[in-house]
């Protein structure tokens, strides 16, 4: 059964460094890519990165210069870090795994963070 | 970037009917679209893939179509649990673009 799960802090300070984890099970990171989404409340969703099965990553180019994605894969597990938060970044973060031709198959329940001092 | 432009915002249908949501595409998507489900507090579920497929385990009622620019979700003999947010997803060029979500309400 396929499943994903994050976790993470709930408030983040402006300024402050993001960290969340996806925690997957069902299948294994070195055969399906896991992406991270977003959506802020009340807007539409919006595409952060992905890291593929190999090991590679790509980034959404409006948020390239904060956001890094890695994985352990002995632990199943993605993360997800993003620097210098602003309380434009207040979402609902997903992580998805990728489907490897058109769609995200599973996606997780999603962590609610907030931006603010 | 691709825009994705979804139709209506909001949608009032009664039990039994059929609703008809679009998308369309700033240019040719070749199909690499996808259509998700989602009820408030829940995580989207995935309908519809390569603009036609039905995913596994998706009530027949639901169905895709379209292809360049232009696609469409259709759902027919609506049931009460289909009252949720709709949306697309195109991933033929990256980064992948969402539309803006169609909610669905039962009369």
């Known amino acids: 059964q396929v499943q994903l799960r994050e976790s993470g802090p709930g408030l983040v300070q402006p300024s402050e460094t993001l960290s969340l984890t996806c925690t997957v099970s069902?299948?294994?990171?070195?055969?399906?890519?896991v992406n991270w989404v977003r959506q802020p409340p009340g807007k539409c969703l919006e595409w952060m990165g992905v890291?593929?099965?190999?090991?590679?990553?790509a980034y959404n180019s409006l948020l390239k210069s904060r956001l890094s994605i890695s994985r352990d894969t002995s632990k199943s597990q993605v993360f997800l870090k993003m620097n210098s938060l602003q309380t434009e970044d207040t979402a609902i973060y997903f992580c998805?795994?990728?489907?490897?031709?058109?769609?995200?198959?599973?996606w997780g329940q999603g962590v609610m963070v907030t931006v603010s001092s | 970037d691709i825009q994705m432009t979804q139709s209506p915002a909001s949608l009032s249908a009664s039990l039994g009917e059929t609703v008809s949501i679009e998308c369309l595409a700033s240019?040719?998507?070749?199909?690499?679209l996808a259509w998700y489900q989602q009820k408030p507090g829940k995580s989207p579920q995935l309908l519809i893939y390569?603009?036609?497929s039905l995913q596994d385990g998706v009530p027949s009622r639901f169905s895709g179509s379209g292809s360049g620019t232009q696609y469409s979700l259709k759902i027919n003999s609506l049931e009460s649990e289909d009252a949720a947010t709709y949306f697309c997803?195109?991933?033929?060029?990256?980064?992948?673009?969402f539309g803006a979500g169609t909610k669905l309400e039962l009369k």
């Open positions: 390569y603009a036609s």
């Open positions: 069902g299948f294994s990171l070195t055969s399906y890519g």
């Open positions: 890291i593929w099965g190999d090991g590679s990553t």
């Open positions: 998805a795994r990728d489907r490897g031709s058109s769609g995200f198959d599973y």
């Open positions: 240019e040719d998507i070749y199909n690499n």
């Open positions: 997803l195109q991933d033929s060029e990256y980064p992948p673009t």
